[in-house]
């Protein structure tokens, strides 16, 4: 095979690997980067978010105690709906050029792991929650007729088995972030294929690529034309339910 004057889509793949390598591992190491920080700081986040909103607001408790644990609660509620309910590349959009228009000095690869962590300590905190509340209960009564006060019991007793059940997620949530990264490039994150001028490049070899571009041009085609497919028949199977469904009701009380 000859890679240097490629002929085929084999040689293409391998001359664009070997063309382009420093500009693939410089946007993998950014996209690593960006998600094992974002992630690991985001677990913290969400660890603290989940502990605070399971944490029991009692009658007997001093009235400003109950007050700022209320508005502790109110805040964590309100930042775990915002950022569970909006897309990430909002997110993006909204924390860079909102810091630049604060006149904030900020890198586009640090508003990428700003935003990964905070859309990391959203998720993560309902996960802490859950694993908390998946710790059985007579672990804590256990602790207390031990003498131990509730501090102490949810540092010792139950954020340990709290993390054994949600390290799984942890893991799943990196792996999200790994894909997720990529919608940072509205900020100028230059991530995989981003890199320096790696669009402008791959751009000009898939440009001397006109068959297999044609045949990716029709793959996605078909592609667009299945999820289209797929959608109006489920509808139509949905309308063909509903009309027997109508159907069947009047025969039934036709009968009656």
């Not at 490629?6 to 293409?12: D, G, K, L």
């Not at 410089?26 to 998600?35: E, V």
């Not at 068959?211 to 289209?228: D, E, G, T, V």
Request: glycine share 10%.
């Amino acid at each position: 095979m000859n890679f240097k004057d490629p002929t085929n889509m084999i040689e293409w793949i391998v001359y664009i690997a070997l063309e382009y390598k420093d500009m693939f591992l410089q946007g993998l190491w950014i996209t690593l980067y960006i998600s094992i920080v974002g992630t690991l700081v985001g677990f913290i986040v969400g660890y603290l978010v989940g502990i605070v909103q399971d944490i029991k607001i009692n009658k007997d408790d001093n009235i400003i105690k109950r007050i700022l644990m209320r508005l502790l609660k109110i805040i964590c509620l309100v930042y775990v709906e915002i950022f569970r309910g909006t897309p990430m590349i909002v997110q993006g959009m909204i924390v860079y050029y909102g810091l630049l228009k604060a006149e904030v000095n900020i890198t586009p690869v640090l508003a990428g792991i700003i935003v990964t962590v905070l859309n990391t300590g959203a998720y993560m905190a309902e996960t802490v929650r859950g694993g908390i509340n998946s710790v059985d209960k007579g672990q804590k009564e256990g602790a207390w007729s031990l003498g131990m006060s509730p501090m102490k019991t949810m540092l010792l007793v139950v954020l340990p088995q709290a993390f054994k059940n949600v390290v799984p997620e942890m893991v799943n949530t990196f792996l999200t972030n790994l894909k997720m990264t990529s919608v940072l490039n509205v900020i100028g994150v230059s991530a995989v294929p981003r890199c320096k001028d790696g669009g402008r490049y791959l751009l000009q070899v898939f440009r001397g690529l006109p068959r297999y571009r044609s045949h990716l041009l029709r793959s996605l085609l078909h592609i667009q034309q299945s999820i289209y497919g797929a959608g109006e028949e489920a509808g139509q199977q949905e309308r063909l339910r509903s009309r027997y469904r109508i159907h069947r009701r009047e025969n039934v009380t036709g009968g009656i």
